[in-house]
């Protein structure tokens, strides 16, 4: 038997390695369901990931990984669907509780620390287990413009210009690096079909509008809304127009 083996049973023993093991297999469990993406523009962000009913008898409609958390604050959830909707239901309450104690919405970096924080609470004690999933926070702040904040399991929190999770994350980052600098200007349009694009690439598959979903958030007063499957076919024949351009 691995020397390692008796530091997996609790969550807040460290191996003498300085790893903690349950972490570990949280991120695995993390990272082992869908792949979302999430990107920032000029004036609006944008989130994108698949779209799997697991049993043909479920209604469609039901199955998400996208939520609205304030009407300007959005989010896509990988990983266990249960722990997903227990992090979305916290993260509502947290900013309806916000909202009511300072009279303003929630802005979306400090919805991101706050849920890291609670997540980061959950590695502490062997009472505990952490959520088995990754949030992609959207929204457009007052005085920042466009944020996309990535909180992971573990309590990281970080802002970005795009990022991914899932199982095709690193390819995912790979592809959106080279493309850093030129997506800080794009408009709306060019920002959901970026994301589409680089979905499709790591995937290396053409969607149907059924397929995926995606959700957008414009304007400082914008509101998080997920397009409907009339207009993200609409956005996937602009992106095939362009392709054979």
């Not at 003498?16 to 993406?37: D, H, I």
């Not at 609670?118 to 926070?137: K, W």
């Not at 997506?183 to 598959?205: N, W």
């Not at 957008?216 to 397009?227: A, P």
Request: with cysteine; proline share 3%.
């Amino acid at each position: 038997m691995s020397r390692d083996s008796n530091y997996d049973h609790h969550i807040s023993i460290f191996s003498p390695q300085g790893r903690l093991y349950q972490m570990e297999y949280c991120f695995k469990s993390a990272n082992s369901g869908l792949t979302g993406v999430a990107v920032r523009g000029k004036n609006s962000c944008c989130v994108v990931t698949q779209k799997k009913v697991p049993d043909r008898l479920m209604d469609p409609s039901s199955v998400t990984h996208l939520f609205s958390l304030t009407k300007n604050i959005g989010c896509c959830v990988t990983g266990a669907m249960a722990d997903s909707r227990s992090m979305v239901q916290r993260a509502r309450y947290e900013a309806g509780q916000f909202n009511f104690d300072y009279g303003y919405s929630m802005p979306v970096g400090i919805l991101a620390r706050r849920m890291a924080d609670l997540a980061q609470v959950n590695t502490q004690a062997a009472s505990m287990r952490p959520l088995a999933c990754i949030g992609l926070f959207v929204g457009v702040d007052d005085d920042k413009g466009p944020q996309v904040f990535k909180v992971d399991c573990a309590g990281h929190y970080l802002p970005f210009f795009a990022a991914a999770s899932g199982p095709k994350e690193q390819e995912a980052m790979n592809y959106l690096e080279k493309r850093a600098t030129e997506m800080k200007e794009y408009e709306s349009d060019q920002v959901i079909r970026t994301a589409i694009t680089c979905l499709g690439h790591v995937l290396g598959s053409d969607f149907k509008g059924s397929e995926i979903e995606v959700g957008s958030v414009e304007g400082k007063n914008g509101k998080f809304h997920v397009l409907t499957e009339e207009q993200v076919e609409g956005h996937l024949n602009a992106i095939a127009d362009d392709a054979d351009a």
